[in-house]
């Protein structure tokens, strides 16, 4: 059990603490994380603090360790909150929800694949091809949303830039037969301008292994900033576009909109009288291309803007050359966001349960997995790691930070509610 866990490692459960302080629980978990022990209970709540690198606790031989037991028969480990929350949901047939939340760099998305595996490795004993298919979609669809969705900052190589919660749909069995994934609150001002020392949106860097893609933009990835992780995603993205169900004519048009998105960091404007014009023209014909418009239709959008007069009539009014700058980026921060829920829509439609007929399959149930995010710019919010989306601070889990300055390496926690 958790708390007989050698007492050199500290205690595996907080609730074990002798005396419940700030001290006494940093110091707690301070010893854990530099014996190797990166997993602490709160009741039912783990507490994981990122080791920023490769560790032998996943895998097909840890989850069978896990795999039916109650949560304080082995060590504190994300697979334990996972198995409780499934066994719960297939004794009780109630709907449950794990949720995941810390600062950035703390390793929720890392987690939530691992909770995602360990539920795929635990279903569909009977092998159903259908089921297998549902779980092989729920698992790839990861790969593709975090190309679009996610990118480096100073805190993580892999960070979330939107907000995700994925339903995953249960037969009376206990095996997936779907699920649901509601994206929001996407980071379009980054694809814009980002940190120093960030990155934009992975797929940006993937694309440019698509010859056709690459071109000198304002908007377009240095070389330097390039990871020799870049193409090898770039083949991975392609794959699980594949598996999930993209046609080609599809993922080409994914590759195309990306396109549109870096020449338009090339459109520049000029002044002419009272008039603004497109300083380098030839790049409408390419955008009109790409896009499949007419240049007179996208001239117009970019040099003007509707206009409704008293009378019910509209009009067309020309942007100032400061306008016409903001339209430009509005437009290209509006057309990553559509294309961003546009996949996420197109993965919905392969993974949503279909043909359910609870009089003939039994009970529905849930199991949901809430990725919490932060959007922290550090040099101004250093003293609030957990960010509410509303100008202040979540309620429940900053406590934990409010001393965090003495330690380098952040936290996640994960609570799994039934």
């Keep these: 059990m958790a708390e007989q ?116 490795a635990i279903t569909n004993p009977s092998q159903r091809e259908e089921v297998e298919r549902v779980k092989n979609v729920l698992l790839k669809s990861n790969c593709v949303l975090e190309a679009f969705g996610n990118a480096k900052t100073n805190r993580n190589d892999n960070s ?37 020392g960030e990155r934009n949106f992975h797929s940006f860097y993937q694309a440019g292994n698509h010859s056709s893609l690459i071109c000198s933009s304002p908007l377009h990835p240095p070389i ?17 576009m594949k ?26 404007f000029v002044t002419e009288g009272d008039a603004v014009a497109i300083e380098n023209r030839e790049l409408v014909s390419q955008l009109a291309e790409l896009t499949s418009t007419q240049p007179e239709s996208l001239l117009r959008t970019l040099l003007y803007r509707a206009v409704a007069t008293g009378g019910g009539e509209v009009i067309e009014k020309g942007h100032s050359g400061k306008e016409a700058n903001y339209a430009r980026d509005a437009c290209a921060k509006a057309i990553y966001e559509r294309l961003f829920c546009w996949i996420v ?14 009089r003939l399959h039994g009970k529905n149930t849930v199991i949901a997995v809430l990725d919490i995010y932060g959007f922290e710019i550090f040099e101004s919010n250093r003293e609030r790691p957990f960010w509410d989306g509303e100008g202040g601070l979540s309620q429940g889990a900053p406590w934990i930070l409010q001393e965090w300055g003495k330690f380098s390496l952040p936290v996640t926690l994960t609570l799994s509610s039934q």
């Design 5 to 120: 866990e050698s007492l050199e490692f500290g205690k595996a459960d907080f609730v074990l603490l002798d005396q419940v302080t700030m001290e006494h629980f940093m110091e707690n978990l301070k010893l854990r994380f530099e014996m190797g022990r990166i997993y602490t209970y709160i009741g039912e709540v783990v507490v994981s603090m990122n080791p920023y690198k490769q560790t032998q606790l996943y895998g097909k031989d840890v989850i069978e360790q896990y795999q039916g037991r109650e949560l304080y028969e082995r060590p504190p480990h994300l697979y334990a909150v996972a198995d409780a929350a499934y066994k719960a949901m297939k004794r009780r047939a109630k709907d449950t929800c794990i949720v995941i939340s810390g600062e950035s760099g703390a390793g929720k998305t890392e987690a939530s694949k691992y909770i995602m595996q360990y539920i795929a």
């Design 160 to 196: 979330s830039r939107f907000g995700k919660y994925m339903d995953i749909n249960f037969d009376f069995k206990g095996d997936p037969t779907g699920g649901h994934i509601n994206n929001y609150l996407l980071e379009k001002s980054r694809i814009l301008h980002q940190q120093p």
């Design 224 to 240: 330097s900033q390039l990871l020799t992780s870049d193409q090898s995603n770039f083949k991975a993205v392609a794959d699980a």
């Design 243 to 268: 598996v999930i169900g993209f046609s080609p004519e599809e993922i080409n048009s994914v590759y195309k909109i990306l396109a549109t998105i870096l020449h338009l960091g090339n459109v520049s």
């Design 345 to 358: 829509g197109r993965i919905n439609t392969v993974i949503e349960v279909k043909n359910y007929d609870a």
